[in-house]
C-alpha cells in the first residue's frame, strides 16, 4: 500500500561556487584590473533551493557584453553567502566563463550600470541560475552555469 511517505533523498554541491567581481578602477593600457570572488553558492547547499544576497548592491551593464568567470572550491566549505575573496585567482579553481548580452531596460541607457542584487538558485538539474535584481523594479536577468560535473 503506498502512502505516500517515502524516503527523500538531498543532494548538496560537492564544491562552494563563486563569480568573478571586476573592481571599478579606471582602465589603464597594459595593467589588468584586480579580480575578486563573491560567494554565491557555498558548499552543501541543496538542489531546489535558493538564497538571497542583498547586503551588497553590484552595477550590471546592459546591452553589451559581459565576461561572467566562475570559480569554485572543494576546501573553503565555510565561506557563506556574500563573502568576498581577494584573491580568487591564487585561492580558487577557475571552473568556466559565460560571455552573455543582457538586453537594456527602458529608463536605463546601455552602457549605464543598473544597481542590482544577486539571488543565487541551484536548480533539480544541477545548473547555477544566477539572478540578477534590479534593486528599484521587477526587473531581472538570469546568467546560468552547469555546476554538476562532480
Known sequence: RATGQGIRIKAG?????????ESSAPAIPGFKPPM???????????????LLIDEREFGLITGQPADF?????????????????ESPERELEETGRIEV??????GFPEGQAIPVIINPLVTELGNLELWMKHTASDRRWKVEYKVRME
Do not use: H, N, W
Open 13 to 21: 554541491t560537492a564544491r562552494s561556487y563563486y563569480i568573478g567581481l
Open 36 to 50: 575578486k570572488a563573491l560567494c554565491v553558492v557555498p558548499q552543501g547547499m541543496e538542489e531546489g533551493s535558493e
Open 69 to 85: 568567470r566562475f570559480f569554485a572550491s572543494e576546501v573553503r566549505s565555510g565561506d557563506a553567502p556574500g563573502v568576498i575573496i
Open 101 to 106: 548580452t543582457l538586453p537594456a531596460i527602458e
